[in-house]
């Protein structure tokens, strides 16, 4: 079992803060990341549209979304905190594969959706700001690939840094904003009243919901929060949940005054003056200057448009691979990955402008968080089902009482969710000219995925979990025949628990026999361990100390002297360190045999490594 975002997991300390402000601030810092996700272009298309067509009417739905994302987030923060698995991770250990492969193709349409608005977004913000056409502007996109891998490489403590500078933007523009548009208070207070003006307005607030509560920011959360290393003590952990809980509210409330910003902007300055179709971002900022009088307006809009693309399009990177790596155990290279997904999400915006226009990116990212809240269920019930198992959370499972609310939320979601899937399916049968086509598709899939909600609502309650195998160092076939001479005395041994290591190990025994030092060496490369370093504290840095350390036993029994080194990061950076401190003569490596295309989506730590060291290479294949 791998660790989440291993590349970051546990590297940032928290137990020398020992009390106080700087205790909570160690821990403060996973939630921002998930808040950006809140803050999107997704929400602001969503927000301009209830606003300017619905005046005050839906704030109650912002509020109402805030509270479920925050009970929400809380829930996929402590499973994170108590299991340290990601939801993904927890997912795979529950449910059957063929389930489980169904379950990441949803979260990856999810994710592919908000990179879509994240896309258009940023690329409207361009537009907007320095008058480039946005097809361009797409493409320009592209490029934050590289300060996404620049920013990795620099640890989450700046990461979080860079993405809260970018929310401190947003917000100070939208205060500006306020200040300008000067909203009626009466009326915002009477918004947060619950109604429903209209059907128009039902799939508004849908698109809200789901561009408030997204289902890959419930599988981030659940890893980000393995980035802290604290004390493993039920009254350690109980910390860690407060910590996290005041982290979760204070960004989330800041999330929800953004979006509540650009509902009332739209509201007291579109709908007040009775232009009820703004539903686009390039008409919202086109209008703002005439009718607020101020040059800044426009201005202070792109620039936080700009900043909330940016900041959601590194944690939507940040949360495919978690998807990619907790559901199939597959990792391949944080570049590739980040391409993938701009590629995914940067064809259908490029086709569907070359095709209808710009005027039709409103629609484009109100669909694509709608798209995001249908997934929602798929992600919401299982995260419920695993923080009430009380043999999963290990005492620290949610009361009753928190089990109603958070039903009730998905009740409320799934019910919304299921109505407007019926509508527009009734309105296509109606309108459709060969409606027998939609009945032998579009039907059976509605009803395929409403068994598949169905099946995750009750497997939990009729099967326990399976649980994961990891590589066992009791599986290892040892050939070790001793010889009469050997002339390497310190060899250095890299082992990934994988078959590999029985042909590495092997091979330094013959090397170096009964009398020789071998140390072996292991780097947890997950995006945790990268971003964070060695205060990561995850379940795959826990599984991998445990194996590094039986791994050490066996082979100690077996009469050879065994040192071991754990590191964090990429194997091509950590490795050289290590080798380069000590007194090596050797170092022995397995590999797996990759070629071709494989080196290109898992990297080949070989052809880097072997520039880093001063010392002769040892290459086995298995």
């Known amino acids: 079992m791998t660790r989440s975002l291993d590349e970051v997991n546990q590297s940032v300390a928290t137990e020398h803060k020992k009390t106080g402000f700087r205790k909570?601030?160690?821990?403060?810092?996973?939630?921002?990341?998930?808040?950006?996700?809140?803050?999107?272009?997704?929400?602001?298309?969503?927000?301009?549209?209830?606003?300017?067509?619905?005046?005050?009417?839906?704030?109650?739905?912002?509020?109402?979304?805030?509270?479920?994302?925050?009970?929400?987030?809380?829930?996929?923060?402590?499973?994170?905190?108590?299991?340290?698995?990601?939801?993904?991770?927890?997912?795979?250990?529950?449910?059957?594969k063929g389930i489980n492969y169904i379950l990441y193709f949803l979260a990856e349409i999810a994710i592919a959706a908000c990179d879509l608005a994240e896309v258009l977004g940023m690329a409207i913000g361009i537009n907007l700001l320095f008058d480039i056409p946005l097809i361009e502007g797409v493409l320009i996109t592209v490029l934050d690939t590289f300060l996404l891998l620049f920013l990795i490489n620099k640890g989450i403590r700046k990461m979080e840094a860079f993405i809260i500078v970018l929310v401190v933007i947003i917000g100070f523009s939208f205060v500006f904003e306020m200040i300008f548009a000067e909203p009626e208070l009466d009326k915002v207070m009477y918004g947060l009243i619950p109604s429903i003006p209209s059907s128009a307005a039902l799939y508004i607030a849908i698109g809200i919901i789901g561009a408030t509560v997204m289902p890959h920011n419930l599988y981030l959360h659940s890893s980000l929060v393995q980035t802290r290393k604290f004390d493993r003590s039920p009254a350690g952990i109980k910390q860690a949940l407060k910590y996290n809980f005041i982290d979760s509210t204070i960004a989330l409330n800041l999330a929800f005054f953004v979006n509540a910003a650009i509902l009332i902007l739209a509201a007291a300055t579109f709908y007040r003056n009775g232009m009820f179709q703004v539903a686009e971002i390039q008409d919202a900022h086109q209008f703002l200057e005439p009718l607020l009088g101020t040059k800044w307006a426009p201005i202070l809009f792109a620039v936080a448009l700009i900043a909330a693309g940016q900041s959601s399009t590194i944690t939507g990177t940040l949360a495919g691979q978690i998807v990619m790596e907790g559901y199939l155990n597959l990792r391949i290279q944080p570049w590739v990955r980040r391409i993938i997904t701009r590629v995914i999400a940067i064809v259908p915006a490029v086709i569907v402008i070359l095709i209808y226009g710009e005027s039709v990116t409103g629609k484009l990212l109100i669909l694509s968080q709608v798209i995001l809240s249908l997934q929602l269920g798929f992600a919401i019930i299982p995260l419920i089902h695993f923080v009430s198992d009380k043999t999963k959370m290990k005492g620290f499972h949610i009361s009753k009482t928190t089990q109603f609310a958070a039903w009730i939320i998905a009740l409320i979601i799934v019910s919304l969710n299921a109505k407007l899937v019926y509508d527009e399916i009734t309105s296509w049968l109606e309108s459709a000219s060969h409606p027998i086509i939609l009945w032998l598709t579009v039907v059976p899939l509605a009803f395929g995925f409403l068994a598949l909600l169905l099946y995750i609502v009750f497997k939990p309650f009729i099967a326990r979990a399976k649980s994961i195998e990891n590589h066992s160092p009791h599986h290892l076939k040892l050939e070790y025949i001793p010889k009469e001479t050997y002339n390497k005395k310190n060899i250095a041994i890299s082992v990934d628990f994988s078959k590999a290591d029985e042909a590495a190990l092997n091979n330094a025994f013959e090397l170096g026999g009964i009398d020789a030092q071998y140390t072996l060496i292991h780097v947890v490369e997950t995006v945790g361990a990268l971003m964070y370093g060695g205060h990561v504290d995850d379940h795959e840095t826990t599984i991998d100390e445990k194996l590094l350390l039986e791994y050490k036993e066996m082979l100690s029994q077996k009469g050879f002297r065994i040192a071991t080194e754990l590191g964090f990061g990429k194997p091509n950076n950590v490795i050289p360190k290590v080798i380069n401190a000590g007194n090596f003569d050797i170092l022995v490596m397995g590999t797996h045999g990759h070629t071709g295309l494989k080196d290109i989506l898992f990297g080949t730590t070989v052809d880097k490594l072997r520039h880093k060291i001063s010392i002769p290479l040892l290459i086995v294949k298995k």
């Open 24 to 96: 909570i601030l160690a821990f403060l810092g996973p939630a921002y990341l998930v808040s950006v996700g809140y803050m999107d272009p997704g929400n602001w298309a969503t927000d301009i549209a209830g606003g300017s067509q619905f005046g005050y009417s839906l704030l109650w739905v912002l509020l109402m979304s805030n509270l479920m994302a925050l009970l929400l987030q809380s829930l996929s923060a402590r499973l994170g905190i108590v299991t340290q698995r990601d939801l993904a991770q927890a997912s795979r250990e529950t449910y059957s």
